[in-house]
């Protein structure tokens, strides 16, 4: 399929979109293992938050002190009983990864500067409605659920849909493309059989006036 027969006549990938990295494997299910299991682990926590009443802070410092108090304590019988020490991996962030999300943070962090900057001064108003708008549906959206669910719920979504166009990516711009076609045409309908008649009707009221 060709660019003009996607979405936006775009002509990268939406691999190549979301950056092409690391990042985009997870959202695309190119490591599934590490996906589902963010998604599971993701799912344990939200369950935890909304049978327990935990706060994220209260949960995670309980958690920590249990694990210290536990390593703590079996690192110290294992010396005086001459046993071997808690089995600990080696845990740390490669450079190639932390590169990615920081460049990946990055770029998304002076997008958003770039826009707050355009809005400030007044640049450009298609896009501050734009930017009223989304605040204005989030704030709708918060007004029924709460952090922690909203939350879960965009991860799930960020890590499905995207996976699932990129599947069906070409069904899906020929439905949408179609639907679009379609509302054109009603809209040039519309537009010459009556708004047109109501601009010439007002047109020929003016002139009488």
Same mark, same amino acid.
């Given at each position: ?62 958690v920590l002190l249990l694990l ?35 460049? $990946?943070?990055?770029?998304?962090? %002076?997008? @958003? ?5 355009? *809005?400030?001064?007044?640049?450009? /108003? !298609? ?39 990129e599947r069906y990516e070409d069904?899906?711009?020929? $439905?949408?493309?179609?639907?679009? %076609?379609? @509302? ?5 309908? *519309?537009?010459?059989?009556?708004? /047109? !008649? ?12």
């Amino acid at each position: 399929m060709d660019s003009s027969q996607r979405l936006f006549n775009r002509e990268r990938t939406l691999h190549q979109i979301l950056g092409g990295g690391q990042v985009a494997d997870l959202i695309l299910w190119r490591r599934k293992n590490q996906t589902v299991m963010i998604l599971l682990v993701t799912l344990a926590v939200f369950v935890v938050f909304e049978r327990s009443g935990y706060t994220l802070l209260s949960l995670v410092s309980n958690v920590l002190l249990l694990l210290v108090v536990i390593l703590f304590l079996w690192a110290k019988s294992a010396a005086i009983l001459n046993r071997p020490a808690p089995p600990l991996p080696q845990l740390h962030l490669s450079d190639e990864m932390t590169n990615e999300i920081a460049a $990946f943070i990055q770029t998304r962090v %002076n997008n @958003l500067f770039s826009v707050s900057h355009d *809005i400030a001064l007044g640049k450009d /108003s !298609r896009l501050f409605l734009k930017v009223a708008a989304y605040l204005w549906l989030i704030s709708v959206v918060g007004g029924f659920t709460d952090f922690l669910t909203l939350a879960y719920t965009s991860l799930f979504i960020l890590l499905t849909l995207p996976a699932l166009y990129e599947r069906y990516e070409d069904y899906i711009d020929r $439905f949408v493309l179609k639907c679009y %076609n379609k @509302l054109c045409q009603l809209y040039r309908k *519309i537009n010459e059989e009556y708004i /047109s !008649r109501v601009q010439y009707w007002i047109l020929e009221k003016q002139k009488l006036s």
